[in-house]
């Protein structure tokens, strides 16, 4: 996927500190009408992804677009991060209901599932990845929190290891994820990712657990 030339678009701030100013309604409205359109789009796009189109799904100007996503690589950023914020909120339940180690196994095939399913967005997310722009800061630190939260449960309980750090365990399951979307002959619905997360949890079990 091309991503455009970046525009020199600055966010809106109103504290001396750069600190971001909240969005009028309209502005937020046309801001979640851009990334509803730009996740349905790569719900199904093989790799035509444009922010002319975007915007026009949208039902807003390309100049809008502009004005809240400076390039296609931060509008993408933005529909990873809004769905990882979904995906984030299941940790507490899934620690309720099951063993730290197999609430971890669950959201972190969840998670790898989301990200490697849907053709636009992996092709996409490999691109940023291997760029460098994505995840960006804030969607690194919200995988990285979630993954310390297991961790944490996990090393209370005796199941999980308490000598790795969250960074260490989100950057193996960031390259679970990468591996998995870019092997050859790649199928969303097989096994395989099961057992590659299977690997990744087991790589975090207490040795007592194993």
Aim: with cysteine; aromatic share 4%.
């Amino acid at each position: 996927m091309k991503l455009p030339r970046t525009h020199d678009v600055s966010s809106p701030t109103g504290a001396a500190d750069g600190t971001p100013r909240p969005l009028r309604a309209d502005a937020q409205r046309n801001r979640d009408r851009l990334v509803d359109a730009a996740r349905s789009a790569l719900a199904h796009d093989q790799g035509a992804l444009t922010c002319e189109g975007v915007a026009r799904d949208a039902g807003v100007g390309v100049g809008t677009l502009y004005r809240h996503f400076p390039n296609l690589g931060a509008l993408i950023e933005a529909v990873y991060s809004a769905e990882l914020d979904q995906l984030a909120a299941t940790a507490p339940g899934l620690l309720d209901d099951f063993p730290p180690d197999e609430a971890l196994r669950t959201w972190a095939e969840r998670y790898v599932r989301f990200t490697t399913t849907q053709p636009g967005l992996r092709p996409a997310l490999r691109s940023g990845m291997a760029s460098g722009t994505i995840p960006a800061p804030h969607t690194r630190q919200v995988l990285t929190r979630v993954v310390a939260e297991f961790l944490a449960s996990g090393a209370r309980s005796g199941s999980l290891r308490a000598d790795v750090s969250p960074q260490g365990a989100t950057s193996l399951l960031l390259g679970v994820m990468l591996s998995v979307a870019t092997e050859p002959g790649y199928d969303a619905e097989s096994d395989h990712i099961a057992a590659m997360v299977g690997l990744f949890v087991d790589a975090l079990r207490a040795p007592t657990a194993r």
